[in-house]
């Protein structure tokens, strides 16, 4: 009697589940995901692991395709390879995670391949391939798009040169950290959030000591918003080339302190030595490239130079670049993937020409460079960002207002540092 009480009550729980499931998802996702999403999608991988690995191959067979019968060779598709061996999915926010062992010969790659194959299979928003120790591989599946509407939290303390500036699609917070990774290139089409994302950043380092410099061949249109915060925006191409020379020698003033103290970093000099961090913005990079008549030859270079040392003096010397563009390729000539090549933080968001999304992932990693083409136009602010550790990974900036980064520029006007001529630097 007590039994069959308990399975009545038992499938009275599976029923209410069943009818308040739709309304559920709609309104409280992460309740849906915990009692219904998560059980059906583990039950639904497991039932479908076996099938998914033999059709993309990456179950093996145990005997080989040619087999020697006496003194005749039997060749053909030996029957139930055997699937790579999973791990019970574990339940994270928003999704699931498994372990795979894989099979000798196997590479984390092979399995990203079918990463989209996955994601069907498991009726998930996304599956991401981790490469996990030796021999095994993580998979990380999505239930749903966590950058749709990301909430970041209130940044009320400010660490040094930190910049908290988005979401991450694994939940964390996206920072951009200069003591970490000095340079950084941000790409994207037009409306795609690059301003944004400039936009952002300024307002998280306006209110820290360092001193902003802009170079905006928008003609100053975005960077200008800035402007009382700037210790200097360059709005032409004349402009910038001048600017680049000053910051070459202010690198090489900040060098020849560091020499002269005897330490190897701005950082390290006594207090009183020290000198303010400097982050140069640079928006519409290629204008500083293009070359209209011959006479831009020598500009053109002069800046190519200029930026590339930069780039190399800069991350001791507390100079660091934050590099933007929509059309970032390497038709723009040897100068820019050069330049690249110094810039280790990378954000891509939606690009409309393939070289763009080749300059600024295809070096590092061949999925980021898959992920960031797959970003649509509806998603405005989304990018893949490589970072810190080298792994790539979806994000999305915060939604920064122009009027709100321009009133906390204003707010941190006083901060600005400015050119002092009797000491020959900015303080
Ligand atoms: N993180 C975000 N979240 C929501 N909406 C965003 C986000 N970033 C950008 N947008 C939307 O996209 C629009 C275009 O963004 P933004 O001006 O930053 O693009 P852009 O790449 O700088 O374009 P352009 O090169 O033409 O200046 C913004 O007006 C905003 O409405």
Not at 402 to 409: D, I, L, T
Request: charged share 20%; with cysteine.
């Amino acid at each position: 009697m007590g039994l069959e009480i308990l399975w009545l009550l038992v499938l009275a729980a599976a029923a209410g589940l069943a009818i308040a499931a739709p309304g559920l998802r709609g309104h409280r996702p992460d309740v849906w995901w915990c009692l219904i999403g998560y059980p059906v999608t583990v039950l639904r991988a497991m039932a479908t692991w076996r099938r998914l690995t033999t059709t993309t191959g990456l179950a093996v067979p145990r005997r080989p395709a040619r087999l020697l019968v006496g003194s005749v060779v039997l060749k053909g598709d030996p029957l139930r390879p055997v699937p790579p061996r999973m791990r019970l999915p574990l339940l994270r926010q928003g999704g699931l995670e498994t372990t795979v062992r894989m099979h000798p010969g196997q590479v984390p790659a092979d399995f990203a391949q079918y990463a989209e194959a996955l994601a069907h299979a498991w009726r998930m928003f996304a599956v991401r391939v981790v490469a996990e120790g030796r021999g095994s591989v993580r998979l990380v599946a999505l239930a749903w798009d966590p950058l749709a509407s990301p909430r970041v939290p209130k940044v009320t303390q400010y660490e040094p040169l930190r910049a908290v500036v988005g979401r991450r699609e694994d939940g964390a917070v996206w920072a951009i950290d200069l003591h970490v990774v000095p340079h950084w290139l941000v790409v994207g089409a037009t409306r795609s959030g690059k301003s944004t994302l400039i936009a952002a950043l300024v307002k998280q380092l306006a209110p820290q000591r360092l001193a902003l410099f802009g170079i905006d061949l928008k003609g100053g249109m975005e960077l200008s918003l800035f402007e009382v915060r700037l210790s200097e925006l360059a709005p032409d191409r004349s402009s910038a080339a001048r600017l680049l020379a000053r910051l070459v020698a202010e690198a090489e003033a900040r060098m020849a302190l560091c020499r002269a103290a005897g330490v190897r970093a701005v950082k390290d000099l006594p207090k009183h030595l020290r000198r303010p961090p400097i982050v140069l913005i640079v928006d519409e990079v290629a204008e500083l490239y293009l070359m209209a008549s011959r006479d831009d030859k020598a500009e053109v270079a002069e800046i190519s130079t200029n930026l590339l040392r930069i780039a190399q003096l800069g991350a001791a010397l507390d100079v660091h670049l934050v590099i933007a563009g929509q059309r970032v390729g390497s038709d723009l000539g040897p100068g820019v993937t050069a330049l690249r090549a110094q810039l280790g933080g990378r954000v891509c968001h939606r690009v409309s020409d393939p070289g763009t999304a080749e300059m600024a992932l295809g070096d590092l990693s061949k999925e980021a460079l898959t992920a960031a083409q797959q970003i649509t136009m509806a998603q405005q602010g989304v990018a893949v960002v490589i970072g810190e550790d080298g792994q790539w990974i979806r994000a999305r900036s915060i939604h920064v207002a122009p009027e709100e980064a321009q009133r906390v520029a204003r707010k941190y006007a006083e901060f600005t540092p400015v050119w002092r001529e009797e000491e020959g630097t900015y303080r």
